[in-house]
C-alpha cells in the first residue's frame, strides 16, 4: 500500500525508518545548503577583492541617487557581498546540528525536533536570499576592463615568465638554466626598472633560442583566453 | 585533447576550473563523510542503550579471556561504540574547515593546502577506522532476546495502548471517549496495579464493543513484526 | 577623555580598537555560550536517561491534567530535556561563525554584520530559553528514591566489588590474586546465581584475610556519599 | 586530604567532579583555542591584503637565496599567511568536538577519549606552530612605507572627506547641505579629475566656512596618528 501511494504522488518510499524518517536525509539537505553557501561565499571573495580601490577591475551596482558611505560621499563599500560573506558563515554553520540530530535515541527521541524548528527556515530562507541577492550582484556587476588590462601591465610583462620559462625548456634549455634566465630578466622588472620583453630580447642567450617574433607570441593574452567560449559552452550549454 | 585523455583514464574533466580544482568538490567529500560518520554513531548510540545494565538487550562482544574494567572485574563497559562516538563528533568536526576553504582568493591561494594536509588523511583514516571497527561491533554483537521480552513485558501490556485506542474509535468511539477509557485503564497499570489486558475486558465500556478475541489479537507482538522481511528485502535484496 | 567617560560609566576602554571593536571579544563571547549550551545539555542527558523506562529513578514534573503522547496515555516522554537537548546543538553550532568573524578585511569589513543580526538574538534568547527550561525542569524533578535503591540491588552487591578489591590488596594480597579473587566471586552474581556478599564470605581466601564485619562495612553505600555536604557547602556555600 | 595535596602542588581542586573531571573545562580550553587562532587568522588576512601586487605596502621576508613559485621566479606569494589561514580554520573546527565532549553519559562514558587523544595534539600543537610561524613572519616583515603613501595619496586626498564634512557641520552648515558640499567636490576626484583640497578651496560655498589653512590643516594625516603611542603604550607597557 505504502508503495502504491507513494507512486501516486510521485514519492518514493523511505526503505528503512522507524518512528520517524532518518535523520541522515536532513543532514545531507543541510550539509549541501552549507556547500552551496560556501560556493557563493567564493564569488562574494572575488567581487570584494576586485573592488578594492587598488584593484578596482569591477564593482557592485551604485545608483546614481544611492549615497555612499555616511560620512565619506565617494566610498563605494562592496556592501552586498560583504553582507552575503557573512551569511555563508551563518549557512554552513547550520550543519553542524543538523548531522548531530541524525544519532537519535532509539532512532526515535525528539532533540531534533527544536534544531530543525530553527534551522529549517533559517537554512533555507537565508540561503535563498544570499542566491537572490548574488544573482543581482552578478547580473549589475559593473566591470572596468581598462583597468583590468591596467593591472595586467603593471608588472612590465612579468605575468608571462611562466609561457616563457616553458618556451626555453622546449627549445633545448635546461630546466635549471632556463630558470636563471628567466630569472634574471625578471628581478629588474620586478624592481620597475625595464620592460621584460626588452629585456628577454636584449639577453643573448635567450635570442639564441628564442627569436624576437616567438617572444612575443608568448606575450599574447589571447593564449589564456582561447578555451572561453568552450567552457562557457560546457557550463551553459551551446544556446 | 583534455577530453581525450580523461575519457582514456575514465575521468570527467572539470567544467570550471581555475588554477586549483574549486573546493566546493572537496567540501562535499568531507560533509559527506561527516553525515556517514553521524549514522555511524546513530548505531553506536542504539548498542550503548541496550548494553546498560537495566536494559541489556545486546552488548558488544566480550572475549572469555578479556579483562572487563581494571578495578571492577565483572563490568563490561560499551567500549569500542564509545569510542566511535567520539569518532563521529571528529568526522563531522572537519567538514567546516573543509566548507571554509571553498572562498579561495582569487579561486587560487593555497590556505586550502594545510587544512586538506590534516583532513584528507584524518577524515578518511578515522572514518575507516570507525566502519571497520563498527562492522566488527554488529558482527559480533551479542542479543539477548529474552531480555527484549521481559523488557517488553515490564509494563503490563501498555505498549500496546496504541493499538487499542485505534480499534476503540473504529469500532465507533469517539476520539475523547476512547482517550479516556484506555487512559483509565493505562493508569492502574503503570502504577503497577494490574495488566492492561485484564483490566480492559474487565471494562463494561470497552467490553461492549471489543469482544476478549478482539483485545487479545490486539496485543500480538506479530502485529509490529510483519513487514520485517519486506523491509530487509528492499535493502539488501531477495537474496 | 576615553578614559574618563569609560570611567564615568563603568566601562573599560578597548585598548586595540580599529574602526570596529576586534571580534576576537564577540567571539570569545559566543564559545562562552557554546559551553554553557553545552553544559545544560549534560544535565539534559542525565535526566533523560534517569526517565528511562528501565531506569526510572527521576523524571519531569507531570502536572495532572496534561496529556501523555497523543496516543499511549501512560507515555511521558522526557519532552522538556529532549528539546533542551536540541537547543545546546543550535547555540555551540553558532560559535563557529563567530569565529570567522574575527578575520575581517583590514579589520573593518562589515560581513560580521550580517552573522551578528543573526546569532545575536538567537544565541541569547535561545540559551536563555534553555536556561529557565532547565532551571524548572530541576526545581520540579519527580525523583523516586525506591528505584535507586533497587537499581543498585540489581547487581546482587557486585557494585561494591571495587572496594573488596582494594581492601584485599590493603590486607597483604598481590593485585593480580585479589583480581582474580573478586572476579570468581563476581562472575555467579553477575549470572544471577548468588549474593556477592554471601559469596566473598563463603570463599576460604577471602575469609582468610577480611573478617565478615569488615566485608559488610566494605557494602555500606554510605562510604560513597560522605562528602556530599562538603561539596554542595564548596559549590553553593555554607548558607 | 585532596585540599592538602592540591595546596602542596599548586592545584585548585574540582569542585563538584564525577568519575572523570567534568569536560566544560575542556571545551572551554579548545574554545578559547579557536578563538587565539582566529585572531591569528586576522593578521594573516592583514598580511595577505597588504602583501597583494597592487597593494603591496609590506610583503613576508623573502630570503636572497629563496627560490620563489616554481614557475615564475618572480612571484612572491604570502605562502606562510596563506598557511597559518588554514590552520586557523583547523583549530577552531576542534572547538565543536571538545563541547560534544561535555554531555558524557551519567557524566562518565569514555566517548570523550577518542576526541580527545587526537584534537588535545592536534589542536595544540597546530596552534604553536601558527604561532611560532607568525611571529617569524611579523618580526621579518618586510614593510613598504612609500607605498603606502603612494595607495594614501592615490585617491587625491578623498580619504581626508569624513574630516571635512565634519569640519563643516562644526562650522555651522547643515549636515545636508555639508554633505552636498563634500559630494560635488568628491565626485570629480574620484573620476580622476582633480585634487580634492585644491577643488575644495575653490569651491565658493566651502571658501565661505573654512578658510585655506583651515582645510590643509585637515588634510594632516599626522590627525590620525596622535594616539599610536598611547595605544602602544597601554598595549606593551611603557618600557
Known sequence: MEEHVAAKMGLVPEPVSTQVIPR???????????????C????T????????????EAEEFFAPGQKGSSAM??????????????????VRGM??????????????DISHSSVERMIGPDATVTLDFA??????VIDKLVVYPANMRRNLDRLGGLIHSQRVLLALTQAGVSREDAYALVQRNAMPVWRGEGDFLALLK??????????PEQLEELFDLGYHLKHIDTIFARVFGEG
Not at 557563493?40 to 564569488?43: Q, T
Not at 542566491?131 to 543581482?136: D, E, P, S
Not at 636584449?202 to 627569436?211: G, I, M
Open 24 to 38: 541522515d536525509r536532513h543532514a545531507m539537505f543541510f550539509a549541501t545548503l552549507g556547500v552551496v553557501a560556501s
Open 40 to 43: 557563493l561565499e567564493r564569488l
Open 45 to 56: 571573495i572575488e567581487v570584494r577583492h576586485l573592488q578594492r580601490t587598488e584593484v578596482l
Open 73 to 90: 560621499p565617494h566610498k563605494r563599500n562592496p556592501v552586498l557581498t560583504e553582507n552575503v560573506t557573512g551569511l555563508a558563515r551563518l
Open 95 to 108: 550543519a553542524l546540528p543538523a548531522m548531530e540530530n541524525v544519532a537519535l535515541w532509539h532512532e526515535r
Open 131 to 136: 542566491l537572490a541577492r548574488m544573482t543581482g
Open 202 to 211: 636584449a639577453d643573448p642567450q635567450v635570442a639564441a633560442v628564442l627569436k
